[in-house]
């Protein structure tokens, strides 16, 4: 592995000050045996290609040995993960938190059984609810459905919306029988031309409703029919932001307006916006921003047109330096709804009062979740609180954005664009080959990373992620930055 400790010196003070919530499972680097996958991961690959598609798969992982930020594969190859299983770990691996909460013996019988919460939930489950998700709701958001994954909380957000429309035209009235009857042939006026405003670079899933919304990439929509929904143009923002401020407002007005004329040619045709989704950070898309502006413009151009106003955080929660990513724009009225998963261990959606459907089994599917995973996100919950990981989050993703920027600065011909919210940060590389050979050679000195969009490189670090993990980072990348042709 490649030895330098230039960002290490400059994190030493820092590093050395830190407390750590996960600091007695915790290694002191990454060890490198084999090339990354190695062989034992690529024999594992070729058995599993044989039972089903696994050409997506990087490595096999021993969870065992894994602790903390750093994984192991199955090759014994010890890797400092920034990636989190796509921003889905929270505490890292085998955070001592998780593992006490799940051997405790009183909750056998709910690891032992998985019900169908929305007929007959355990009588743990309301104060689960109160104690792990409610605790981090979002201002103003009371109600809270649990759900299976990200997409199907996102589905279920769609739903809420398009239930809430319909509810709001049909008035006191109830549904015609020519409105039950034609709903069966999927035919208006049961099945109403009501759609969901999303944008160009957006993800929100792979079920049929959520990657109609998707806008990202061909290889997510390619040869699968969609519903015929609207997209806007999202912001392209220049770096650093405080040297563009006039430029970017041109662009997210241009955006804003481009969104207004779109809602307004779409109800024209028959086809009003029940919806208008957006990702705080367009993280498929390749970890686009905007600023508070764009989306408090947005809320209200959803109110405006009838809209509700739902976030889609299922990647943001707790990384960005606040709780929820949303916070950061100042927002006059709390979202409508806001959808969560990855780290949450859970997933579901928060909603305002008054968005409840009027008719039972309306939101609902067997399971909606499972109480396994709400026994971790009690843990992840009370050790963020605990430790005040939100908070750390953001100082630890000040020094690891100063790196990037440090790092863009000394390889301009290789790094733009560094940004980021919290530990969520990214920079882009001059070409998409580049992205993927920086990707690689990371891999191989240690790191596991993922890249996103066409040539940006991505970090999804853990909640426990400190000064010392980043240091380590930014002097291996450094090093790998050095080999590259200028």
């Not at 199907?152 to 957000?157: F, I, K, L, T």
């Not at 100082?395 to 733009?416: C, D, H, M, W």
Request: charged residues 25%; hydrophobic residues 40%; neutral net charge.
């Amino acid at each position: 592995m490649l030895a330098i400790s230039r960002f290490r010196s400059s994190f030493r003070i820092l590093a050395a000050a830190s407390f750590s919530a996960d600091a007695s499972a915790d290694f002191s680097g990454p060890e490198v045996k084999t090339r990354i996958p190695g062989p034992e991961s690529l024999r594992l690959i070729s058995e599993l290609n044989k039972i089903q598609e696994s050409r997506a798969v990087d490595i096999f992982i021993d969870f065992k040995k894994s602790r903390g930020n750093y994984v192991y594969d199955a090759d014994g190859n010890r890797l400092l993960d920034v990636c989190n299983h796509i921003a889905s770990l929270p505490l890292g691996y085998n955070h001592p938190d998780i593992l006490s909460a799940l051997q405790d013996p009183g909750i056998l019988h709910l690891l032992a059984h998985r019900p169908a919460l929305g007929i007959a939930p355990p009588t743990e489950f309301v104060h689960m609810l109160e104690s792990s998700l409610l605790a981090v709701a979002p201002a103003g958001l009371t109600d809270v459905m649990t759900m299976m994954c990200g997409a199907c909380a996102v589905e279920n957000a769609f739903k809420t919306a398009f239930l809430h429309y319909q509810r709001r035209e049909r008035g006191e009235t109830e549904p015609t029988d020519e409105e039950y009857q034609s709903c069966l042939r999927n035919e208006p006026p049961g099945s109403p031309n009501l759609t969901v405003l999303t944008f160009k670079g957006s993800f929100h899933g792979r079920t049929f409703g959520a990657l109609s919304a998707t806008r990202s990439k061909y290889l997510h929509k390619l040869d699968l029919p969609a519903f015929d929904w609207p997209a806007a143009p999202f912001p392209q923002l220049k770096y650093p932001l405080d040297e563009h401020e006039q430029e970017n407002r041109r662009e997210e007005m241009s955006c804003l307006d481009a969104v207004r004329n779109i809602a307004r040619e779409w109800s024209e045709r028959g086809k009003p916006v029940a919806c208008l989704s957006v990702e705080p950070i367009q993280s498929e898309g390749g970890d686009r921003h905007a600023t508070p502006y764009f989306f408090r413009e947005l809320q209200t151009i959803a109110k405006d047109i009838g809209a509700l106003f739902h976030v889609d955080e299922v990647q943001t929660f707790g990384i960005t330096g606040k709780l929820w990513a949303h916070e950061h724009w100042d927002l006059p009225h709390s979202p409508d709804i806001v959808t969560f998963a990855k780290k949450l261990q859970t997933s579901g959606a928060f909603v305002r009062p008054g968005l409840r459907p009027d008719r039972s089994w309306r939101i609902f599917n067997t399971w909606m979740g499972d109480p396994s995973k709400m026994i971790i996100a009690d843990a992840v919950v009370k050790c963020i609180k605990k430790h005040d990981l939100v908070q750390k989050t953001g100082t630890v993703g000040a020094g690891l954005l100063k790196g990037l920027n440090e790092l863009q600065e000394r390889y301009p011909a290789i790094l733009s664009r560094a940004r980021g919210a919290g530990t969520l940060c990214s920079i882009d590389c001059r070409t998409s080959q580049l992205k993927d050979e920086v990707v690689k050679a990371l891999q191989n000195e240690g790191i596991y990373i993922i890249g996103c969009g066409e040539r940006t490189i991505r970090l999804r670090p853990s909640l426990v992620f400190e000064d010392r993990h980043a240091a380590v980072f930014l002097d291996i990348f450094d090093a790998v930055l050095a080999r590259q042709p200028k």
